[in-house]
């Protein structure tokens, strides 16, 4: 049964009483696209680009070579959204050219979007492979930047976006507690946010993403995250802008009516992860997936924050 209800999922992603929420994919590169395909995504809401830079740790890959591996991403989604990350190197993701060697904490260090603006060269570079890579397709092209802490490093992204006269919308990941805190401010720079839950969580609860032994604090059904999550969220709605997730927690079905309900306009995971979250969705109403996610921010651990979603959820 479980399986054929999955197999009737098919179509956008929609709350029972149609509330849209797009489903978008998670993507590492042109490899992962006809997984994507398949599951239906109505585009890609993270393509990490940080693959291309891992067959030479010592430079960049060439603008030709950047701009045949996003086309083809680009290619796949006719008039559907692609959003492209730019290079986030450092901490869990480090390059020899652009990671320093000797930092005690990592994933307090220059990783990001701070990498990429001690080396402007690099990221010129990914942006102009970028607008080149999207010359002539009808999609819809979205660019943002990893590790965004304020509305300084928001602008300078925009800034380097304009100045390689890229053709996309311009947006900035909250993925640090401060973005969350100041979304407005941020907003002003940026035309969009997405909610980058696994490092989001590492930097709220100070419990690195690669140390199992703090795994419990990775969770991100935590109620603290959760606020983070709605002040993103309801900064967006009041700047008129859209505020999707692209971290872990949009793989989690019942997660996924939470941060429909905390206001989040789109979920992009693992081309796996759709069917369930498409399924999920499809059999609650907008005004549940709301008390669902007003009574996880009511509770006090994460576990109690699931339970009652779910009673919620299951009407109890
Ligand atoms: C995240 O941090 O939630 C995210 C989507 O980015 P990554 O896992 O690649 O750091
Ligand atoms: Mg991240």
């Not at 053709?167 to 909250?174: D, E, L, N, S, T």
């Not at 973005?179 to 997405?194: G, H, N, T, Y």
């Not at 796996?272 to 999920?280: L, Q």
Request: some cysteine; hydrophobic content about 45%; aromatic content about 4%.
């Amino acid at each position: 049964a479980r399986k054929a209800a999955l197999a009737a999922s098919s179509g956008p992603g929609a709350t029972s009483d149609g509330h849209k929420v797009p489903l978008l994919a998670n993507v590492g590169g042109p490899a992962d696209v006809p997984a994507a395909v398949e599951a239906g995504a109505e585009g890609v809401g993270l393509f990490r680009t940080e693959f291309l830079f891992l067959d030479d740790s010592h430079r960049a890959p060439s603008e030709e070579k950047q701009v045949e591996a996003y086309r083809k991403v680009l290619e796949a989604f006719p008039e559907g959204r692609v959003v492209v990350r730019v290079l986030d190197a450092g901490a869990d993701k480090p390059l020899d050219f652009l990671t320093p060697g000797d930092e005690p904490n990592p994933a307090l260090g220059v990783r990001g979007l701070r990498s990429l603006l001690d080396h402007p060269d690099v990221l010129r570079t990914q942006l102009t492979a970028l607008a080149k890579a999207a010359e002539g397709l009808p999609v819809y092209l979205e660019v943002m930047a990893p590790m965004v802490a304020d509305r300084i490093d928001a602008k300078a992204f925009a800034d380097a976006c304009r100045e390689a006269g890229l053709q996309a919308k311009f947006g900035a990941m909250v993925e640090i507690p401060s973005a969350a805190l100041r979304a407005r401010s941020i907003l002003q720079e940026v035309e969009f946010l997405s909610l980058g839950t696994n490092d989001l969580a590492q930097y709220t609860f100070a419990a690195d993403r690669q140390v199992g032994a703090v795994s419990r604090l990775q969770d991100p059904w935590q109620p603290a995250l959760l606020d983070l999550v709605a002040a993103s969220a309801e900064a967006a709605k009041a700047e008129g802008k859209s505020c999707g997730v692209c971290g872990e927690a949009a793989a989690d079905p019942l997660l996924a009516c939470v941060l429909t309900g905390l206001g989040v306009t789109s979920l992009s995971m693992g081309a796996a992860s759709i069917p369930y979250v498409r399924a999920s969705l499809a059999k609650h109403t907008l005004a549940q997936c709301e008390r669902a996610a007003a009574a996880a921010r009511a509770a006090d651990t994460a576990q109690e924050a699931r339970v009652a979603a779910q009673a919620v959820l299951s009407g109890e």
